[in-house]
Structure formats: structure tokens, C-alpha cells
């Protein structure tokens, strides 16, 4: 079934059910040429009845002929209230056959003709997803992946309180966190060829732009292997702070202690003496240099505080 935007919906549709009910689309279709046109000696068929018949198309799933017949309708009656519904479709039947840049064409006409239209949400929507669902894999260019953040944040800001904002937040988490994997993926590169401050700058640009996504835990352990590398272990014990304060519990913070215990750098936990002689442990909150054991070697894990950054440069 055809997704159709939903203030079009309310008003246009009854009409359609009633003309696609009198069964004139088929007759249309007797009067076209092979590439949707009509021949000379038939008259063009009224505008809702042509739009009527691009619908009819679409609910069948041929998307090229669609497009055609809302052409016609945009084409041959300009100014009636079908053109309009007619050059949004034509966005939408484009963007259904995944001809992505004809369907952005469409709907960036849509909007810079009708910016105050009800349907032009569902407009700046359609456009985003033409870039949304041509993100590549994360060892590619990510080109489109900003152009899809930017129209997803356009649809957000403009309309936040619409449905397709609330859809547009979903995909813009999923589209940070392909950034994110494009990032690590050079980080790692160049760790592995001791491009050392290269690496630094990606996983730091992971840390601090795409703090929410998946792979924040994995760039602050592997600043903390960069660091050492580098003889800065005072950096290194900052950065495993702030990935046990936010992460207590996940293996890239274990792997971060054990990296760090390995290489003497693991203090021990500074005690007092109580008023009846028992050593108890100093809160580590009041030493947020000192690195803590994961959560999982401690009979009662702190709770954890989330995305506290601060670095060490």
C-alpha cells in the first residue's frame, strides 16, 4: 500500500477512491502511448482524473508511469490544487523506483514552491530519506552521510513536533554512529602504522562529536593505548577515568586497566584508619585522577555517572 503524507490524505483521497471506483483510470490507459503520453487526436483527460490515474500507477508499484501522469497534471493544469498534490507525488513515486537525485530535484521544487503547504514536512522528510538510504558502508565516503544528517536535522528543527521528527531523531543516531565507525575505522589504520597523532585526532573527534554512539567506549581505550605508546602516561590514567566513570562495566574499560596495570600505572586505593582501627577505602569520587578497578572486580560497583568528558590536552 502507497504511504501517502498524511494532511494530503484527509482531503484529496475520498475523491480519488470515488473516480478510481467508476473504473475511468482504465480507459485512460487504452488512450496512452507507450511512454505515457497521449496521442494527438485524444483530449487530455481533466487534471483529477489524470491524477487519479498517476495514483493508480503508484498503488501498483509503476512508479515510472506515476511520475509521467503527475508530469501531465503539472504540466497541463499548473494552477489547479491537483498540480500541487501532483508535484510532491511525483517526488515520492521517484524517490519509490530509487531514482534519488530526480526525486530530490522534485521535492527541493516542492519546497521552494510551496513553503507554507501542510504537506511540506513530509516534503524535507522525503528528501532526507533520499539521502538516508544511500549511506554507504563505513569503510566508504560518508558525502552522503552528511547530507542525509543535515536534511534528517532540517526536518527536526523545522518540524519537532511532527511524526517525521521523531523518525528523523532515529535515523540521525544511526547516521552519527556510521560517522563514528568511518572514524574509527582510520583511527585504527593509523595506530596501526604508529601514525600516532593522526590517530589521536579520530578517536578524540569520536569522543567529543560523537559521544553517544557505540563506539565511544572502544575510542577512549584506544586513546589510552595511543598514549602510552607515546610515554604520556598521566594522559593515559586521565583517559581510563573517564571511560570507567561512564563504562564501568564494559571490556574496553577492563582491557584500558589491564593495559594500564600492566605498565605499573594502576595506584593503590588510598585508605584510612577509622575511629576503631579498621582501614577503610577513600571514596575514589574524591580522587578523579586515580583509576578504579572495573566494576566487575568490586563486590559493590559505584553508579556510574554518563558523559563526563574532560581531556588531558
Request: net charge negative.
Amino acid at each position: 500500500m502507497t504511504n501517502f503524507p498524511s494532511g494530503f490524505a484527509r482531503t484529496a483521497l475520498p475523491a480519488l477512491a470515488l473516480l478510481l471506483g467508476l473504473g475511468g483510470c482504465s480507459l485512460l490507459e487504452n488512450s496512452e502511448t507507450a511512454n505515457g503520453d497521449y496521442a494527438s487526436n485524444v483530449a487530455l483527460p481533466p487534471a483529477d482524473v489524470l491524477y487519479a490515474q498517476g495514483v493508480a500507477y503508484l498503488q501498483r508499484g509503476d512508479n515510472e508511469r506515476a511520475v509521467k501522469a503527475f508530469d501531465n497534471v503539472e504540466e497541463n493544469y499548473p494552477y489547479s490544487s491537483w498540480a500541487t498534490h501532483a508535484e510532491l507525488l511525483a517526488g515520492y513515486a521517484q524517490y519509490k523506483d530509487q531514482n534519488y537525485d530526480d526525486a530530490i530535484s522534485a521535492l527541493n521544487r516542492y519546497i521552494g514552491l510551496h513553503p507554507e503547504n501542510p504537506d511540506v514536512a513530509y516534503a524535507y522528510y522525503l528528501k532526507s530519506l533520499c539521502y538516508y538510504e544511500q549511506i554507504d558502508d563505513v569503510q566508504r565516503d560518508q558525502t552522503t552521510t552528511y547530507e542525509a544528517i543535515q536534511t534528517l536535522t532540517d526536518v527536526t528543527t523545522r518540524f519537532p513536533d511532527s511524526a517525521y521528527a521523531h523518525d528523523a531523531r532515529i535515523k540521525l543516531r544511526l547516521a552519527d554512529n556510521r560517522l563514528a565507525g568511518h572514524d574509527m575505522i582510520i583511527g585504527r589504520f593509523y595506530e596501526k602504522q604508529h601514525l600516532y597523532g593522526a590517530a589521536v585526532g579520530r578517536y578524540q573527534d569520536i569522543v567529543t562529536t560523537f559521544q553517544t554512539t557505540t563506539y565511544t567506549p572502544e575510542a577512549l581505550e584506544r586513546l589510552v593505548e595511543v598514549y602510552l605508546d607515546l610515554g604520556l602516561p598521566d594522559a593515559a590514567q586521565r583517559t581510563a577515568s573517564v571511560l570507567g566513570y561512564n563504562y564501568p562495566g564494559s571490556t574496553w574499560y577492563q582491557t584500558a586497566y589491564n593495559s594500564l596495570k600492566a605498565h605499573n600505572l594502576v595506584a593503590p586505593a588510598p585508605t584510612s584508619v577509622d575511629q576503631s582501627g579498621a582501614a577503610v577505602t577513600a571514596q575514589r569520587a574524591a580522587d578523579t585522577s586515580a583509576v578504579a578497578p572495573p566494576a566487575d572486580m568490586e563486590q559493590t560497583a559505584p553508579a556510574p555517572g554518563k558523559h563526563h568528558w574532560y581531556w588531558p590536552f
